[in-house]
């Protein structure tokens, strides 16, 4: 067929799909509805019902295919509690630090910052993400470590002491910031920050700059201004991020397994019963945890307005 038939023929088909949408919506959405369908929800429809089945007892790593909740009935005891409220305590630590951060940064970009200034905050919020997430993780360890620059630098100003009785606070503390809660909450902090630093920019580049001058034309003073005027508006952007900061350390395995105390973290726990234990229903069990605090977030976030602003 030469050139010109290929071109009548290319022709003809894009007419025809032209005058019936229906049809060409349906050959446009099928490719990734199908991925979407077959690949991910199959595969987490897959993950339920394997947490349905029971490792026989008498057979070490043998998954009975049998309808049971004995599965879910070993995840309610006390040591998986402590576990899911670790991991929830640490992920809803990280969100509001993550907030408190990302804020005040944000609005410098959008309200103050200079073009030029603009983008070089863009380039080092964004920098750290071409990177290896693994080889960040572990250049955080060497930081926070008693040898490194952390350590160095406190000791230098005088302020090793209290760092020290920062250390020794229960819960919280460790022999060095590495192998502690705290440098835990450091390194996820570094990690996600970028995830909700960007949906508020994107919050405040939508609040309208009349606004705000109407605010200060009325007499409020900024703060005033800031509390009732952008911050209800860019409110559902951190929401939004919020959402990437809560699930990614709600999911994360690395982070606990290089930094911290060696305390288990759901994903840490997932991983154990996975690959050493051998037990699948138990380790699909304590993956649909996470999935059930995240559509009961999810459904809080979808109340705040944080779709709108994604």
Do not use: C
Not at 85 to 99: E, H, K, P, Q, W
């Amino acid at each position: 067929m030469g050139s010109a038939g290929r071109h009548s023929l290319g022709r003809r088909l894009s007419t025809y799909l032209y005058r019936r949408s229906t049809l060409a919506l349906l050959l446009l959405l099928t490719p990734p509805l199908m991925w979407l369908g077959v690949v991910y929800l199959g595969s987490l429809f897959a993950l339920l019902v394997q947490s349905f089945y029971h490792i026989d007892t008498g057979i070490a790593g043998h998954v009975v295919p049998e309808f049971t909740l004995a599965t879910y009935r070993d995840l309610l005891t006390l040591p998986h509690f402590d576990i899911i409220g670790r991991t929830t305590l640490m992920a809803s630590v990280v969100t509001a630090l993550a907030g408190v951060v990302a804020f005040p940064l944000a609005l410098y970009m959008v309200r103050y910052a200079s073009p030029r200034t603009r983008s070089i905050l863009y380039l080092a919020v964004l920098l750290p993400l071409w990177s290896s997430y693994l080889v960040r993780v572990y250049a955080w360890k060497l930081i926070l470590s008693k040898e490194g620059i952390v350590n160095w630098l406190v000791t230098q100003i005088g302020l090793n002491g209290a760092l020290e009785g920062l250390l020794s606070i229960p819960g919280i503390g460790g022999p060095s910031l590495s192998a502690s809660p705290i440098g835990m909450v450091v390194v996820f902090l570094y990690a996600w920050l970028p995830y909700m630093i960007l949906p508020i920019i994107a919050a405040l580049e939508r609040v309208p700059r009349s606004l705000t001058e109407a605010s200060g034309d009325l007499g409020a003073r900024p703060f005033a201004t800031f509390r009732r005027v952008i911050l209800p508006l860019a409110f559902p952007g951190a929401v939004a991020g919020s959402i990437f900061t809560f699930s990614l350390t709600l999911g994360d395995f690395i982070i606990p397994t290089i930094i911290g105390d060696s305390s288990p973290f759901i994903g840490l726990a997932v991983q154990s019963y996975q690959g050493v234990a051998g037990n699948l229903p138990l380790a699909a069990a304590m993956t649909v945890v996470p999935m059930a605090i995240m559509a009961v977030y999810l459904t809080l976030a979808k109340k705040l307005g944080a779709f709108d602003a994604l």
